[in-house]
T-cell receptor, first 116, second 113 residues
Framework: AQTVTQSQPEMSVQEAETVTLSCTYD???????LFWYKQPPSRQMILVIR??????QNATENRFSVNFQKAAKSFSLKISDSQLGDAAMYFC?????????????FGKGITLSVRP | DSGVTQTPKHLITATGQRVTLRCSPR?????VYWYQQSLDQGLQFLIQ???????AKGNILERFSAQQFPDLHSELNLSSLELGDSALYFC????????????FGQGTRLTVV
């Protein structure tokens, strides 16, 4: 079974600064997808970024980028130029590339606060 | 707006009761997933349906059941409710194929008193 670990329960960042959220995972599969989801106080789960395991290039979406280290099974999220609206809970998630096992396995999440 | 609709948004009920949570997936999505988010367990996968049939089962209690109807909407039935069932229940949907992402509804907040 796959597991996802987010060891930092909380982090804080100054507005306009950069912050990195850590995530590690364990799997015996070679092909899979990794995601970061944002959950603001509204509770909505919002997809921030996704990474295909077969791609060596790290995914980037505007101010959000990942550092994907497949051998180390590490998948961190970097938020640049942090904004007050980035304050939320962030979840790292794993999904098998096998279509019959497409459920998401989540880490416990990290609460990010942004200081003005 | 993700296109996934969950009703109701909030539900308060007593222990021992039964409730039904409803989910309408995005138009055209065949897969529906149910997740439970609680403070102590985090986000846990409960069950997946694909085009009307159960495809995968996670940590779903025997007191809980789900189904997906011909119009692809899904219902999650929770019975003999206990205080510990209080949680946020999410529905997500996705299309077919490997390269599809899951879109989440806004969740149903269930409080058992």
């Amino acid at each position: 079974a796959q597991t996802v670990t987010q060891s930092q329960p909380e982090m804080s960042v100054q507005e306009a600064e950069t912050v990195t959220l850590s995530c590690t995972y364990d799997t015996s599969e070679s092909d899979y997808y990794l995601f970061w989801y944002k959950q603001p106080p509204s509770r909505q789960m919002i997809l921030v970024i996704r990474q295909e395991a077969y791609k060596q290039q790290n995914a980037t979406e505007n101010r959000f980028s990942v550092n994907f280290q497949k051998a180390a099974k590490s998948f961190s999220l970097k938020i640049s130029d942090s904004q007050l609206g980035d304050a939320a809970m962030y979840f790292c998630a794993y999904r098998s590339a096998w279509e019959a096992n497409s459920k998401l396995t989540f880490g416990k999440g990290i609460t990010l606060s942004v200081r003005p | 707006d993700s296109g996934v609709t969950q009703t109701p948004k909030h539900l308060i009920t007593a222990t021992g009761q039964r409730v039904t949570l409803r989910c309408s997936p995005r138009s055209g999505d065949l897969s529906v997933y149910w997740y439970q988010q609680s403070l102590d367990q985090g986000l846990q996968f409960l069950i997946q349906y694909y085009n009307g049939e159960e495809r995968a089962k996670g940590n779903i209690l025997e007191r809980f059941s789900a189904q997906q109807f011909p119009d692809l909407h899904s219902e999650l039935n929770l019975s003999s409710l206990e205080l510990g069932d209080s949680a946020l229940y999410f529905c997500a949907s996705s299309g077919s194929g490997e390269n599809t992402e899951a879109f989440f509804g806004q969740g149903t907040r269930l409080t058992v008193v």
